[in-house]
């Protein structure tokens, strides 16, 4: 009854949320706004205006929609700029072999992102070619947690959302897959990631056969 595998990509394929904290605490600092790695776990997953936003109501502070597209624009490029030198070493742990057996069993690959860049970073990844569809940011209207993404995703590979596994690290994410109707695979802790169908603590753990052995046990 699996017939496609959807792909998270920041946290899940690559480790791209270090660079996107790296930018938008330079842009904070500008700002007045001091941030951490733990508030910036609030961010993952979560598109670029919607970042900006929580992070100006974190520091108590007001922008004119002229200045939050400065300030955001002004983030993209500085991450544009870290991401520069990312390529196949870069890959999380396990992913490139699990994209392989995936392929090796005849099941479609999408990509559903939040990021406008994730063309960029998979190509940089070089592991375009095992990508059926990539749907990103600049293709949907509404991000995660709503399931708009994953719908597409879905739509683009013709299959139906219901034989979907798809696969996050944040929680926005696994409430997108879940009410997508799909199988949610999360990746980190139990306790930030309590909606998903199952829990695995690193990408290294991700294998096709057993999770299909899962996913056909619970829907029957
Ligand atoms: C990623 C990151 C978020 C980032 C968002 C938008 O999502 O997790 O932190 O804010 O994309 O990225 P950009 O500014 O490049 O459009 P995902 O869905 O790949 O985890
Ligand atoms: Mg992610």
Same mark, same amino acid.
């Given at each position: 009854i699996v017939k496609a595998v959807i792909f998270d990509l920041d946290g899940i394929i690559t480790d791209t949320a270090e660079y996107h904290y790296l930018a938008w605490r330079e842009i904070a600092e500008e700002l007045g706004i001091k941030i951490d790695r733990t508030f910036n776990e609030q961010l993952k997953g979560v598109g670029r205006m919607d970042s900006l936003n929580r992070i100006l109501t974190f520091g108590n502070k007001n922008l004119s929609v002229k200045e939050k597209d400065y300030y955001a624009a002004k983030k993209n490029e500085r991450y544009k700029e870290l991401i520069k030198g990312i390529g196949p070493t870069d890959l999380l742990p396990g992913i490139e072999g699990f994209l392989q057996e995936i392929r090796d069993v005849g099941l479609k690959i999408g990509l559903a992102s939040a990021s406008k860049n994730a063309f960029t970073v998979i190509e940089s990844l070089k592991?375009?070619?095992?990508?059926d569809t990539i749907v990103d940011?600049?293709?949907? !209207?509404k991000s995660k947690p709503d399931p708009e993404v994953f719908l597409r995703a879905a739509e683009q590979l013709q299959v139906p959302y219901s034989t979907c596994i798809g696969i996050e690290d944040a929680e926005a994410g696994v409430i997108a897959i879940k009410e997508a109707g799909m199988f949610a695979v999360g990746i980190g802790l139990e306790s930030d990631l309590a909606l998903a169908d199952i829990v695995l603590?690193?990408? !290294?753990?991700?294998?096709l056969k057993q999770i299909i052995e899962i996913v056909e046990g619970s829907f029957g």
């Amino acid at each position: 009854i699996v017939k496609a595998v959807i792909f998270d990509l920041d946290g899940i394929i690559t480790d791209t949320a270090e660079y996107h904290y790296l930018a938008w605490r330079e842009i904070a600092e500008e700002l007045g706004i001091k941030i951490d790695r733990t508030f910036n776990e609030q961010l993952k997953g979560v598109g670029r205006m919607d970042s900006l936003n929580r992070i100006l109501t974190f520091g108590n502070k007001n922008l004119s929609v002229k200045e939050k597209d400065y300030y955001a624009a002004k983030k993209n490029e500085r991450y544009k700029e870290l991401i520069k030198g990312i390529g196949p070493t870069d890959l999380l742990p396990g992913i490139e072999g699990f994209l392989q057996e995936i392929r090796d069993v005849g099941l479609k690959i999408g990509l559903a992102s939040a990021s406008k860049n994730a063309f960029t970073v998979i190509e940089s990844l070089k592991i375009g070619s095992y990508f059926d569809t990539i749907v990103d940011a600049a293709l949907v !209207e509404k991000s995660k947690p709503d399931p708009e993404v994953f719908l597409r995703a879905a739509e683009q590979l013709q299959v139906p959302y219901s034989t979907c596994i798809g696969i996050e690290d944040a929680e926005a994410g696994v409430i997108a897959i879940k009410e997508a109707g799909m199988f949610a695979v999360g990746i980190g802790l139990e306790s930030d990631l309590a909606l998903a169908d199952i829990v695995l603590p690193s990408t !290294e753990l991700l294998h096709l056969k057993q999770i299909i052995e899962i996913v056909e046990g619970s829907f029957g």
